[in-house]
């Protein structure tokens, strides 16, 4: 009568990878509403952004306005992508905690790695959709400088960035594990110190030197000087392995480093049975 | 082969000054194969914690779990392929469907939305449930409703043992009938065995083939109904007591305050 031992293990897990995607969609179309909102929010917001470009030549400013405009504009989709994804990994926990589904889905046989692959390629997949949509628009309003760009080379140094940033956001997602109640505000901490450090909106170079730092362990600032290179100056795959090398680094250290922390996170929540969905 | 087997098992949760609070306190019981067990026992005397530690969303401090054989603690994934779970709270995504919160259900477990649509079609036609209703999002649907779509998901699973945390708790008269006859059927159709964690009397008397009564995170006593009202009978020549003039002889505690609200350990 029991029908999952039938099949292979590794089947089962992808059945499960695929009940994880399945059910953020089936959210998405729920929470529609919400997603226009959200979807106008992001959009907007990159298009004030980009207006900071024509602004600073109102101003008085010497500068090259289209290609500021199309750096910023950059920062913004770029930040905003890189962002989302590193939010849904993280509030893994805590989302299924107010959801009330915690319990359930942790005492399920789906391992730990298929709960967050599931997780991290729908927010892929998400997160792509919607900064097509937003930079399609950008597009059709301002005159954009790219001329020049390398759109597979960007996607490239993107692909690699998004693996390490679910690592990284699989560390993060460890938080709400250890403290339920101050766990997730951390997490958002560490969101606004890569958007410090990471040059979304201006070079790493203006940074003071400590923060300077933090940035070479932020696989942002990789991602961002790899397609601004790539989209701005059409650099080739040459130029942009200097920018993909320190992901694929990170992606490779990220990942399992990820997984097992939240295993220890996973074994100490249920040493302390802060496993609860009430926390 | 048991279905469940505890062996002092303990439980110990610190709080926020430094206070230890035993939850379970070296509880040992079996559940046979096919066998109804029920646990009485009022709030915080640890029947969660019990269920939780069985489903492996908590660890024992000492003693051994283990689930037709296999040790819960050290091999949880093979443990948690033959169980499921049905709680007090009906653990669903609010804004989904019946139907998608039993697709992502039963998808955790391996099952295809190909082999469990005709499955969850049977369960629902089984429990009454209308088809039309399964497509409405779960919070439009009443707690009654929650819970017959809870247990249907945990029976999606095909589980060999059911863990039932207070799956009535709560529900009006009507509904907790419902859920009681469906629990019922499951017991006679599927051979699973089950362990019903209740503060309901009646409802252990009915359903459950052995009751146990626990209290501060002991188990005092674990026998058949009628042999757990003669073992706590004020007066043995006299007429058998109910059970819970039985719980209230055992525990010191009335049937209200058994269901009063509190800290659940």
Known sequence: MHNAPNKPLWLSEMVAVWGYVQRNYFLTKRYLMWEVVWLVYVTINAMAITFIGAGVEAVGGTVDTRFLMTYLLVGALLWNYLSMLFDVLSETVSWERWEGTIEYTFMSPSSRVTHLLGMGLYAVVYGIVQTAITLGVCYLLFDLDLAAANYAGALLVLAVCSVSLVGFGI?????????????????????????????????????????????????????LQGTRAALLDGAGLSALWESIWPLLIMGVVFVPLGIFVFHLGERYAKKTGKLKRSG | MKALELQRVEKSFKKRRGEVVKALDAVSLSVGKGEVVGILGPNGSGKSTLVRVISTLVTPDAGRVEVFGVDAVSHPKKVQRSMNRVSVEASFFKKLSAM??????????????????????????????????????????????????????????????????????????????????????????????????????????????????????????????????????????????????????????????????????
């Open chain 1, 171 to 223: 560390v993060a997602a460890v938080l709400p594990l250890l403290s339920p109640e101050k766990g997730q505000q951390v997490s958002y901490i560490v969101s606004s110190v890569l958007l410090l450090v990471s040059g979304v909106y201006y070079e790493v170079d203006v940074l003071p030197g400590w923060m300077q730092a933090i940035a070479t362990v932020s696989p942002v600032t990789y991602a």
């Open chain 2, 100 to 265: 998608e919160n039993l697709l992502y259900g039963a998808k955790l477990y391996g099952v295809t939305s190909r082999e469990a649509r005709p499955l969850i079609q049977e369960i629902l036609d089984n429990i009454g449930f209308a088809r039309k209703r399964a497509t409405e999002p779960m919070e439009h649907l009443s707690r009654g409703m929650q819970q017959k779509i809870a247990l249907a998901r945990a029976l999606l699973t095909s589980p060999v043992l059911m863990l039932l945390d207070e799956p009535t708790t709560g529900l009006d008269p009507r509904s907790k009938k419902d859920v009681q006859a469906f629990i019922r059927r499951i017991r006679e159709a599927h051979d699973s065995s089950i362990l019903l964690c209740t503060h309901d009397m009646q409802e252990a008397e009915e359903l459950c083939d052995r009751v146990g009564i626990m209290v501060d995170g002991r188990i005092l006593a674990l026998e058949e109904p009628e042999g757990l009202k003669r073992r706590y009978a004020s007066d043995p020549g006299g007429p058998p007591p109910t059970l819970e003039e039985t719980f209230m002889a055992a525990t010191g505690y009335s049937v209200e305050e058994a269901s009063a609200e509190g800290d659940e350990g």
